[in-house]
C-alpha cells in the first residue's frame, strides 16, 4: 500500500513539473522552438459568461495546459508545446472552487501541432448563458486566425506559417501562407 501511494505521488509530482513547463514558456519575437516543438494557436469566442478556465489534454501522459483570463469575445493564446495532439477537454466556470465544469466529450475537438509550425484548427465557441444553457462548438476561422497572427507576431508567423490542422482539409491557408521552400 505504500509503494503504490509513493507511485501515485511521484506521477502527481511528475505531471505537476511537465505541466508547468508547458505553462511557463514565454513567447519572444525572436523565439527558436527547441526541437520537437511548435506553435498551438488556440481561438476561443467566448459568448455570453466567459470560461474561467479550458484544458486541453496534451498528446503524452501529465501533458495538460490550462487557459484562463479568458474575455467575452474572441481570445487567443499562442503557445511554444511539444509537437503531438491536443483535445479540448474540459470548461470551467467557476474560478474559486475550480468545481463546476463541462466535459467536452467531442474527439472532432482537437489541435494536431505540428514541429516548426504554428497550427491552429479552429475556434473553440463557447455559448454560456447560465448553469442549464451552455453550448459548445468548433469553427473554422482561418481568415480571422491568420489576422491576427499577422497583427500580433509577424516575425513568428514568418519563421514558423501557419498551418490549419483541423479534421478536414482546408487550402485557405495555404494560399495566404507562403512556405519558406517558396521562398
Excluded at 507576431?153 to 495566404?176: A, E, R, V
Amino acid at each position: 500500500m505504500i509503494s503504490l501511494c509513493k507511485t501515485i505521488f511521484s506521477l502527481a509530482l511528475l505531471g505537476a513539473v511537465v505541466s508547468s513547463e508547458l505553462k511557463a514558456q514565454q513567447l519572444t519575437p525572436d523565439a527558436t522552438l527547441k526541437s520537437g516543438y511548435g506553435y498551438l494557436l488556440l481561438a476561443v469566442e467566448s459568448l455570453g459568461t466567459p470560461p474561467k478556465k479550458i484544458l486541453l489534454k496534451g498528446p503524452k501522459v501529465f501533458s495538460s495546459l490550462s487557459i484562463d483570463k479568458l474575455q467575452a469575445g474572441n481570445n487567443y493564446r499562442l503557445l511554444a508545446v511539444p509537437a503531438g495532439r491536443y483535445y479540448y477537454s474540459q470548461v470551467y466556470s467557476d474560478e474559486e472552487k475550480n468545481s463546476a465544469y463541462w466535459e467536452i466529450l467531442n474527439f472532432d475537438y482537437y489541435i494536431d501541432v505540428q514541429e516548426n509550425r504554428t497550427s491552429y484548427a479552429g475556434h473553440l465557441i463557447s455559448e454560456m448563458y447560465s448553469d442549464q444553457h451552455t453550448d459548445f462548438n468548433f469553427r473554422n476561422r482561418s481568415s480571422q486566425a491568420f489576422k491576427h497572427i499577422q497583427d500580433c507576431c509577424q516575425l513568428i508567423s514568418k519563421k514558423y506559417p501557419l498551418i490549419f490542422t483541423g479534421s478536414y482539409p482546408d487550402p485557405f491557408l495555404d494560399l495566404l501562407v507562403e512556405s519558406p521552400e517558396d521562398r
